[in-house]
Every structure is written in C-alpha cells, then in structure tokens.
C-alpha cells in the first residue's frame, strides 16, 4: 500500500530534551516536507527536500532541522524543543515539486513539550 | 504578498443543501490550486486540483471548484451535502514558478441532520 509514514504519533516530551520525527514514504518521491498545523493557522511548511541532500527552508524553518540522506526517509529534528513547537505536524511527499502533483499526507503526529 | 485566503472559519449546512467554501488567492500569474479535506484524526487528501485547461475541475466524492481568473477565486461547492462530509477543507496554491504550496487557514464544515 502506498504510503507515508510517521513515528510517533503523539509525544509528550519536556523543553530542551533533543527528539525526532522519522517520516518515510514508499513511493519513490522526489519532494518531500514537513508542515505544521495550529488552530487558526492552517498548516505552515517548515522545510522541504526536492531530492536526496537537497534541503531548504519553509516559512517557519526555526527551531527545526531536516536531512535527506535516502530518498524515502525525511526526519524532523528538534534540537531543543520549546512550548511554542507544541502542535500537529504532518510528513508529505510527492512526485516532483508542488506545482502539478498532489501530495500525500501522512497521518501526524501530535507533540506537546512542556 | 501572495497568499489564500478562506472566508470562514467555520461552515455549517444542512443535509441535502448547497455546500459552497471560498477561497480566494493573492498572485500576479496563475498560480496551480488545490483543495484537500482532512477528516478528524487523519492527513489531508485531495479533492481535487486546477493546473492548466477546463477551469470547472471535478474532484472526489462529489465536489467540485470553478477557477475563476477574473475573480482570482476557486471556490468549492457540492450540490448536496452529506453527513459523512463533515471535515475541515483546505485551499491550496502554488502561487509563482515551483515555490512551496501555501495554505489557506481551513474552514470547518458542519453537517446537521
């Protein structure tokens, strides 16, 4: 089944302690991104990869870091969470760049740093 | 600057009736629009998109959008809504050559028996 993954699905972790979200995707995807969604917001992009080692920043890029070693795998690091970093953050992939193609979501994951 | 924006955060209709969600884009060229739906506890997934050619496109479950240039809007509609439609509804856009998708902030649709 074609899809994208994310791990965990919730966490609950506290300020400053290092953490990751893995995301993977298993349909060859050239883009991949990271969003996150807070009430009344919308989802904001964070960063996004167009390729393996091609890396650049979204909108709300602070705080964050990415890599894209292989070409199915983009985590979310968080060096040193903060409160503002709580909210829903959701891994998506396409087939080239977001101007033609539809990207697939995964199904989130939910993070409160306390 | 360029941007979408949703009018309403919030909609609610009856079953059966008219569904209409807008959603208007700030761009200086066309950009490429997008609606995704994402039911309680899941991702998004696409409705439907308009890239290049008819500017009524049809998408899933019913639903469609109208490209309208004049207007710079792309609106969603469904001719007769139902319970299980009950989501919130993002407008999408790639505004200018390959830049990110930018999102609207979503309206919540709400279906009454």
């Known amino acids: 089944e074609a899809q994208v993954t994310q791990n965990p699905r919730y966490l609950i972790t506290v300020t400053g302690k290092k953490l990751t979200v893995t995301c993977s995707q298993n349909m060859n995807h050239e883009y991949m991104s990271w969003y996150r969604q807070d009430p009344g917001l919308g989802l904001r992009q964070i960063y996004y990869s167009m390729n393996v080692e091609v890396t650049d920043k979204g909108d709300v890029p602070e705080g964050y870091k990415v890599s894209r070693k292989e070409k199915r795998n983009f985590p979310l690091i968080l060096e040193s969470p903060s409160p503002n970093q709580t909210s829903l953050y959701f891994c998506?992939?396409?087939?080239?760049?977001?101007?033609?193609?539809?990207?697939?979501f995964g199904p989130g994951t939910r993070l409160t740093v306390l | 600057a360029q941007s979408v924006t949703q009018l309403g955060s919030h909609v609610s209709v009856s079953e059966g009736a008219l569904v209409l969600l807008r959603c208007n884009y700030s761009s200086s060229v066309p950009p490429y629009l997008f609606w995704y739906v994402q039911y309680p506890n899941q991702g998004l997934q696409l409705l439907l998109k308009?890239?290049?050619?008819?500017?009524l496109v049809k998408g899933i479950n019913g639903f469609e959008a109208e490209f309208k240039k004049s207007e710079t809007s792309f609106h969603l509609t469904k001719p007769s809504a139902h319970m299980s439609d009950a989501a919130e509804y993002f407008c999408?856009?790639?505004?200018?050559?390959?830049?990110?998708?930018?999102f609207g902030k979503g309206t919540r649709l709400s279906v009454i028996a």
């Open positions: 998506a992939s396409s087939r080239g760049g977001p101007s033609y193609n539809e990207q697939f």
């Open positions: 999408a856009a790639v505004l200018s050559g390959n830049t990110p998708l930018v």
């Open positions: 308009y890239t290049t050619g008819a500017t």
